[in-house]
């Protein structure tokens, strides 16, 4: 069926654009502050945009430096030295990944305070690492004092030179090898091996005092006594 021609349709719609120029140069001022004022809303709404973002980067930096000195103080406390820098690392991943979800919406904020992140997260592994090294000594050097003294009193108990030889032949391997693992250095070595000595010859001593008194006393103030003089050679 055709349509009857509306209005509109016969005359046309009517074109509402102005020519500026027809109002002259005040036509062409009004626009030009139009036009400022529009750039001037632009720019405000962007300071703001911008003043949001610092607040959220700010927020996020504080938390960051908070949950990673809490975790630094909590390994400070632990022991399991082995285990102690494979277990920071995962930890901080998982610290990472929560603050992607809170502030990775805004992909500037995140970027901002990821990089700090890896920055204050690297400065953390290696303090983790000093602790975990600390423990590490802090571990050897007490099953080191745990296996000497029981050597020392093995020796103390035995007058078997097959076995003392043996005995002595660990002690020394033991000290050895904790200077080869860097747990204190070679002089430290030395002093600990002299100790070991003076140890059994301390344990001898104490026990002729306990069984037989009087036997203990002449051999006591006899320098020259070989059973309870210093061994080291």
């Given at each position: 069926m055709p349509r009857i021609p509306t209005y509109q349709q016969q005359v046309g719609a009517p074109d509402i654009r102005m020519d500026i120029e027809q109002f002259g140069a005040p036509g062409r001022a009004l626009q030009r502050a139009g036009m400022a004022i529009a750039e001037t809303g632009f720019d405000v709404a962007n300071r703001f945009k911008e003043a949001e973002r610092a607040q959220k980067l700010m927020a996020g930096q504080a938390q960051m430096t908070r949950d990673l000195a809490e975790?630094?103080?909590?390994?400070?406390?632990?022991?399991?030295?082995?285990?102690m820098r494979t277990r920071y690392q995962e930890?901080?991943?998982?610290?990472?990944d929560r603050y992607r979800e809170q502030f990775g919406a805004d992909q500037a904020v995140f970027g901002a305070l990821s990089r700090d992140f890896q920055r204050s997260q690297l400065r953390g592994e290696i303090e983790v690492s000093k602790i975990a090294r600390t423990r590490q000594v802090e571990a050897g050097t007490a099953d080191l004092e745990t296996a000497r003294d029981t050597y020392s009193q093995m020796l103390a108990e035995t007058s078997d030179p097959l076995k003392t030889a043996e005995i002595e032949g660990r002690a020394r391997a033991g000290i050895s090898g904790a200077v080869a693992a860097g747990l204190f250095g070679a002089d430290d070595?030395?002093?600990?091996?002299r100790q070991f000595y003076d140890r059994i010859a301390q344990t001898r001593a104490l026990a002729l005092l306990r069984d037989n008194p009087a036997e203990a006393f002449p051999?006591?103030?006899?320098?020259?006594?070989?059973?309870?003089?210093?061994?080291?050679?």
């Amino acid at each position: 069926m055709p349509r009857i021609p509306t209005y509109q349709q016969q005359v046309g719609a009517p074109d509402i654009r102005m020519d500026i120029e027809q109002f002259g140069a005040p036509g062409r001022a009004l626009q030009r502050a139009g036009m400022a004022i529009a750039e001037t809303g632009f720019d405000v709404a962007n300071r703001f945009k911008e003043a949001e973002r610092a607040q959220k980067l700010m927020a996020g930096q504080a938390q960051m430096t908070r949950d990673l000195a809490e975790l630094e103080m909590e390994f400070q406390k632990d022991t399991d030295w082995q285990t102690m820098r494979t277990r920071y690392q995962e930890r901080t991943r998982g610290l990472l990944d929560r603050y992607r979800e809170q502030f990775g919406a805004d992909q500037a904020v995140f970027g901002a305070l990821s990089r700090d992140f890896q920055r204050s997260q690297l400065r953390g592994e290696i303090e983790v690492s000093k602790i975990a090294r600390t423990r590490q000594v802090e571990a050897g050097t007490a099953d080191l004092e745990t296996a000497r003294d029981t050597y020392s009193q093995m020796l103390a108990e035995t007058s078997d030179p097959l076995k003392t030889a043996e005995i002595e032949g660990r002690a020394r391997a033991g000290i050895s090898g904790a200077v080869a693992a860097g747990l204190f250095g070679a002089d430290d070595g030395q002093r600990r091996e002299r100790q070991f000595y003076d140890r059994i010859a301390q344990t001898r001593a104490l026990a002729l005092l306990r069984d037989n008194p009087a036997e203990a006393f002449p051999r006591l103030s006899d320098a020259a006594d070989p059973a309870l003089q210093r061994m080291a050679p």
